[in-house]
Structures are given as C-alpha cells and as structure tokens.
C-alpha cells in the first residue's frame, strides 16, 4: 500500500526567513505530486504539481516555489517568507499516466505560521 | 461565482441521525467527483469516488452525482461523534490535474 509523509508537522517562522517543506511518498512509482494550501474557512488551492523528476507547474504565481529532485520526493520552498504566506500546507500524490483521473491521496500537512 | 459552491454549515446532529451534504458546481466538464473527511489539524482523507450519475454505497455512506442539476450530495446513515469532522466535495475534468474544492461543512455528531 501507499503512504505519504509530511515533515514538519508545526513551523513558525519569522518574516523574510527561508522555507523548506518536505513530502515523500512510498509503496509507488513515479506518482504525479500536488502542493496545496488551505486557508481556514477555506477549500484547498493548488500550488504546485509534477508529473516526473525536475517537471514542475505552477498554479499560483506567488512567493514560493516547488522541486521534485528525487521521484518520489516533493519540496516547496521559499527564499523570503511573506506575512500573508501563513496557513496549513498539505501535500498530495495520485498515480501517473492512465491512472491519472484517480483520486488524489493527502499528508497530515505542515501548518505554517510567520510571526 | 464560485466554480463549487458548499454550504459550509455548521451542521449538528443527534447521533444515530442521517446527515445530509451537498454541493453545486458550474463547470460542465467536471467528471470526477471526491468527499473527503477533514479531522482537525489532519490532511483530508478520501471517503468516497465516483465518476458517473447515480448513486455509490460504501457502508454508512452514499454519494450521489446528478450532473444534469451539477449536484452531489453525500449521506450519512446512522451517524456516529467519531463523524463529527469537516467536509470537502472535490471535483476535477477528465486528464485534469487540479481538483476544484468546496470550502468544506463542518459536521458535529452530538452523543
């Protein structure tokens, strides 16, 4: 079966500081992975997906960027941190190709707050 | 306008009662439709799948697409406090990579 890990699960950080958030998942190959954010009160908005090692698209222009360096590695990152970057991050994975309308599986999510 | 429309509640309920959810969406193209159940300070977690009208049965739960309204509810029978949670409708376009959520229902089953 397939899992899915998040790390950390709580980060404060201040204004302007660098952002690393990691997901890794197991149990599959080359699944597409997803970037989301939620804001409370709020649906999920997608950031970022790949299809493939290095293959990233964005949704949303914004602060903050997204790597795929190993297959089943996904990372966001950000090099200044804005206060309005604050809320829960959640990554997801689905599997690739013909499989690809499956449904969407999620992490426990990183809830991210800059003070 | 929103492209899906939830009502985000809050919903409570006796236990043993059906709760009953829906939401609207104004995309045409959606084909796939998800209900996920969010716990607090947790990663929403896919509950039910369909992808054609009609109606889909898993245990307490029944998912129900009709696309010719754009649609979907979700019931649950018999419902317990371990369902008290949030929920999401999601939906997505065949080969589309981006799932288009509702803004979720918060559910409180009271014992």
């Known amino acids: 079966s397939q899992t899915i890990h998040q790390w950390p699960a709580t980060l404060v950080q201040p204004v302007g500081s660098p952002l690393s958030l990691e997901c890794t998942v197991e149990g599959t190959s080359n699944p597409n992975l997803y970037w989301y954010r939620q804001a409370a009160g709020r649906g999920l908005q997608l950031l970022f997906y790949?299809?493939?090692?290095?293959?990233i698209s964005s949704e949303v222009p914004q602060n903050l960027s997204a790597s795929r360096p190993q297959d089943r590695q996904f990372i966001l990152s950000s090099k200044k941190l804005l206060l309005s970057d604050s809320g829960f991050y959640l990554c997801?994975?689905?599997?690739?190709?013909?499989?690809?309308?499956?449904?969407?599986?999620f992490g426990d999510g990183t809830r991210l707050s800059i003070l | 306008q929103k492209e899906v429309e939830q009502d985000p509640g809050p919903l409570s309920v006796p236990e043993g009662a059906i709760v009953s959810l829906n939401c609207t969406y104004s995309?045409?193209?959606?084909?796939?439709f998800m209900w996920y159940r969010q716990y607090s300070r947790k990663g929403p977690e896919l509950l039910m799948y369909t992808y054609s009208s009609g109606n889909k049965e898993d245990g307490r739960f029944t998912a129900q697409v009709d696309k010719s309204s754009k649609y979907i509810s979700l019931f649950i029978r018999d419902s317990q406090p371990s369902d008290s949670a949030t929920y999401l409708c999601a939906m997505k376009g065949k080969n589309d990579y981006k799932l288009s959520f509702g803004a979720g229902t918060t559910v409180t089953v009271r014992a």
């Open positions: 995309n045409s193209a959606f084909q796939y």
């Open positions: 790949s299809v493939g090692i290095g293959q």
């Open positions: 997801a994975w689905s599997f690739p190709g013909g499989r690809s309308n499956q449904p969407q599986h």
